[in-house]
């Protein structure tokens, strides 16, 4: 059979899905794909990396194939290459790494492979100083949990300003969660694809320059003013920090108010819900709510897999080396740390300069000896479950004693649970102490307990978020 050209079967495909996807996701992804050739039913088409590659697959190869099938007639096969390092021009060269994915319902599995080019970045200009590397959109992983928050970030980065729904947009969640991930990334992007002005800091850093400019008078103070207040962007992290600084908050107000009214961006980070910042000036608060918020949430298990192989890879691509992690591992550092993905990554890469130091692979004992620090999670010396239950039973409407008595209401029996998965979280208490402590219940009773409300909240984001919210009212209590 003749080798057929499906270019313009393919551009059609790529059409029909940029109008599906809409223009932002489509320029992020589809625009780096680019076709090569037919072979028989076999279309080639070039990616930029292996990274890309590992993201791309998944989410995206399925619905060409399929789209590319309705309109052929016929089953196609795709063929995504990855071009090697200092390789000759295409036409010559043979691929560094091919995946193949043959027919409509077939599903791609990720794995990991030998790294053979540079990391993904964008080139059109130096980065700036202000934010890391590598923290952009095409290092992000999405998945169901944060595609809401990718996408507006998205929206965001390609027309800032522009957009009042967007303006601000404030991104919430737990530690590690990658919130200052999306954040920077939106600054790169604005930064790569025009001339407009950014400017990142960190509430602490914001707070702390507002402090030492107040000291020293006026005239500086006017020339803080005004570098805050011509920009075209400003992005600040971890804004929590600030309710505990009134001057600092007037300040803010003022330049969110000249920023806002002349239509430049403003993101913001937080660690929870803005309505619990209970030193946030109500002015303040107001401005923060009237763009749009939105949480970050755990990834589900087999995102953090795909998140931690991709920081692997990443992470090969600095040291110049293969060094691979075994999934057994991985899935041994999700499950031991389970709720903070930035420390995960920290695991992984400790373990890979281990192996990249000693020139062996890494086991799991090795691992399990390696981690051991990590893997204990050091708790609070002054909790106690006194604390925990006195304000799991205050948010629940309930008395210490509910949790401790026998009743078994459901209206009850789930704070309990909550409670005693809190308390194992929280203490350093033993399974038979945290039991004593809720009326003499066995540790068996407390164990199946904890493994139930850890289980559910990675499925159920609800729950993962009033867990969080939780923590944080238990730590504050300790605070008063």
């Not at 729904?165 to 991930?181: A, D, F, Q, S």
């Not at 050091?378 to 629940?396: F, R």
């Not at 005693?420 to 407390?446: A, K, P, Q, W």
């Amino acid at each position: 059979m003749a080798n057929l050209d499906y270019k313009t079967v393919w551009n059609e495909t790529f059409s029909l899905l940029k109008k599906e996807l809409g223009d932002d996701e489509y320029d992020i992804w589809f625009s780096k794909v680019e076709y090569i050739r037919a072979e028989g039913s076999e279309i080639c088409a070039e990616v930029p990396s292996n990274f890309f590659l590992e993201m791309f697959k998944p989410k995206y190869l399925p619905r060409i194939i399929e789209k590319l099938g309705e309109l052929a007639g016929e089953n196609l096969t795709v063929t995504l290459e990855v071009p090697e390092k200092g390789a000759k021009p295409r036409e010559t060269a043979p691929p560094a790494k091919e995946e193949k994915l043959a027919g409509k319902n077939s599903l791609p599995s990720i794995e990991t492979s030998p790294v053979k080019t540079p990391s993904v970045k964008l080139e059109k200009k130096k980065n700036l100083s202000q934010l890391q590397e590598e923290y952009t959109f095409e290092t992000y992983v999405v998945g169901e949990i944060n595609s809401y928050a990718y996408n507006v970030a998205l929206a965001v980065a390609k027309n800032p300003g522009a957009n009042k729904m967007y303006n601000p947009y404030l991104i919430y969640g737990g530690t590690g969660l990658g919130k200052t991930h999306l954040m920077q990334a939106i600054g790169h992007y604005i930064h790569q694809h025009s001339d407009l002005k950014i400017l990142y800091i960190t509430g602490e850093g914001f707070m702390r320059e507002f402090v030492e400019v107040v000291g020293l008078g006026h005239k500086n103070r006017d020339s803080f003013a005004k570098k805050y207040r011509n920009v075209d962007a400003l992005l600040i992290d971890d804004i929590h920090v600030i309710e505990r600084g009134a001057g600092t908050q007037d300040e803010l107000f003022y330049t969110f108010e000249a920023l806002h009214n002349n239509k430049k961006q403003l993101v913001f980070t937080c660690d929870r819900p803005i309505s619990e910042l209970k030193g946030m000036a109500p002015r303040l608060q107001s401005r923060f709510e009237s763009g749009v918020n939105i949480e970050l949430n755990l990834p589900k298990y087999e995102e953090l897999i795909a998140i931690l192989k991709i920081k692997m890879e990443m992470r090969n691509i600095e040291l110049k080396k293969n060094i691979i992690i075994s999934d057994e591992i991985i899935e041994m550092i999700i499950n031991k740390i389970s709720s903070n993905v930035r420390v995960m990554q920290g695991a992984l890469n400790k373990l890979m300069g281990y192996a990249d130091l000693i020139n062996k692979p890494v086991t799991v004992e090795i691992a399990q000896r390696e981690l051991k620090d990590v893997f204990a999670d050091p708790k609070q010396g002054n909790m106690s479950v006194d604390i925990i239950q006195k304000v799991i039973a205050e948010e629940y409407h309930l008395t210490p004693n509910d949790l401790k008595g026998k009743k078994r209401t459901k209206s009850i029996v789930r704070p309990r649970q909550i409670s005693m998965y809190l308390c194992r979280e929280l203490t350093e208490y033993s399974l038979t102490e945290i039991g004593e402590s809720f009326g003499n219940r066995d540790h068996t009773t407390v164990l199946h307990s904890c493994k139930l409300i850890e289980e559910e909240s990675r499925s159920d984001t609800n729950l993962y978020s009033a867990l969080e919210r939780l923590k944080r009212m238990i730590k504050e209590y300790i605070v008063k």
